[in-house]
């Protein structure tokens, strides 16, 4: 079983009104891993049948974020007919997850990866938190508790990081099964407008 969480940020715009900090400068020795592609194409498949699927349905789609959450503008959408936008993302993502492609990793592995994840992160010149220990993520992990993840880090470290940012990242330092999205629609306290 896949266990994810998944943010989907059904309507309204992620903006930020803060001034865009530098990131912070990569480092060159990193190499990624191969499942990152492998997990950003899935992405992008799983984007190609959601847009396809709200199309057939006549609704409006917004193109994904590189790390497979997406926004609908409610913008121009009678009030009437925002729950069956809601309803009807929802209907999609279900339908077309599969269609995807994603690999079902096993918990051990998944942990591997949150690492690379993490070390991709600190290549970007971010540095956090070391991870748990594997035994410990994977007994919290089966047991059903929330688990720890690199951008779980990220986001408490920095919770005012520009969405441009966040994203950018996303594209690079991809997670695998266990996916940690703030709702950047409802900023912290001195963002948003």
Same mark, same amino acid.
Not at 71 to 84: H, L, N
Not at 95 to 104: R, Y
Not at 116 to 132: I, N, R
Not at 179 to 187: A, C, K
């Given at each position: 079983?896949?266990? +994810?969480?998944v943010?989907?940020?059904l309507? &309204?715009?992620?903006?930020?009104c803060t001034?865009? !900090? %530098?990131?912070p =400068?990569?480092? +060159?020795?990193?190499?990624? %891993? ?10 992008e498949?799983?984007?190609?049948? @959601? +847009? ?10 917004a193109?994904?974020?590189v790390? &497979?959450? =997406?926004?609908?503008?409610? $913008? &121009?959408?009678?009030?009437?007919? @925002?729950?069956? !936008?809601q ?16 690999? *079902? /990793? ?16 600190? +290549?970007?010149? /971010? *540095? ?6 594997? =035994?410990?993520? @994977? ?7 929330? @688990? ?9 470290? $920095? %919770? ?30 001195? !963002?948003?407008?």
């Amino acid at each position: 079983m896949r266990r +994810a969480v998944v943010l989907v940020a059904l309507l &309204g715009g992620a903006t930020a009104c803060t001034a865009e !900090l %530098p990131a912070p =400068a990569p480092t +060159a020795s990193y190499a990624q %891993p191969g499942w990152m592609l492998e997990t950003l194409q899935a992405h992008e498949r799983l984007d190609r049948a @959601v +847009a396809a699927c709200m199309g057939e349905r006549g609704l409006p789609y917004a193109q994904a974020e590189v790390d &497979g959450s =997406a926004s609908y503008s409610a $913008d &121009g959408v009678p009030p009437a007919q @925002v729950e069956r !936008l809601q309803a009807a993302a929802y209907e999609c993502w279900e339908e077309s997850e599969p269609l995807a492609g994603f690999v *079902d /990793y096993p918990t051990g592995t998944v942990y591997d990866q949150s690492v690379e994840t993490w070390e991709c992160l600190a +290549a970007q010149g /971010y *540095d956090l938190p070391d991870p748990p220990s594997k =035994a410990s993520w @994977v007994e919290g992990f089966d047991a059903g508790e929330e @688990v720890w993840a690199p951008y779980m880090d990220l986001y408490e470290q $920095d %919770p005012e990081i520009e969405e441009s940012e966040w994203f950018r990242l996303k594209g690079i330092c991809v997670e695998s099964g266990i996916v940690f999205s703030p709702d950047l629609s409802d900023p912290p306290a001195g !963002l948003g407008s």
